[in-house]
């Protein structure tokens, strides 16, 4: 199994991203290995339905507080999830996305502004007009979060089927949604085409 993981770190908290390929006991032991001081864990492609999703509860319940969202229709896909350190726990609520491939937190900080925290997973580059649209509506999504809570900081980790090099039209569709931004960085991981972690800062004009 590839994996491809990317550990961010922040003044306030340490944030780790996983596309899991399917959440089974190696994926299990593979984090617990890792995210021993992870405060927050952004998982894609969890291949996990709303009956199953109590496995991450099961696996990481006593330390973290899960938000899940699946994307099972048929054969095992897709599915995205945040999980919360118990410490954050208090100051930690789901923001509601509607979109399976977007699960979005927002922390509550004391000494900086709020964090929004997402975990993205885009759909895989057919070719297809749907890959387009799909790819689109998540761009949206995020937009909209963006818009909705402007004096807030972001964080969009996960896994985005493009990279900086790709000459596509849904790489146009990232380009021009961090364009839009005051300050945003693409970070890549030493693995080819992930997109781990967009940071996004918003300067707020009084």
Partial sequence: MIVHIFIFTMAEFNV??????????????????VAHSADIILLQETWLCDATSSKLNDAFGENYIVHHSSAMVGR?????AILVHKKLGNYTYRIATDNPRLTAVRCQLKSDSDIIIGSVYMPFNDNSVRHYDDFL???VVMQGLVNKFYSCNFIFGGDFNTSK?????????LNNFCGKI???GWILSSKVSTIPIIKITLAVTP
């Fill in 165 to 173: 090099l790709s000459a596509t039209r849904t790489h146009d569709l």
């Fill in 16 to 33: 780790i991203s996983l596309n899991c390929h399917g959440f089974n006991i190696g994926t299990c032991r593979y984090l617990r290995s």
């Fill in 137 to 139: 509506s998540v761009i």
């Fill in 76 to 80: 095992p896909s897709g599915g995205t």
């Fill in 182 to 184: 005051i300050c945003c």
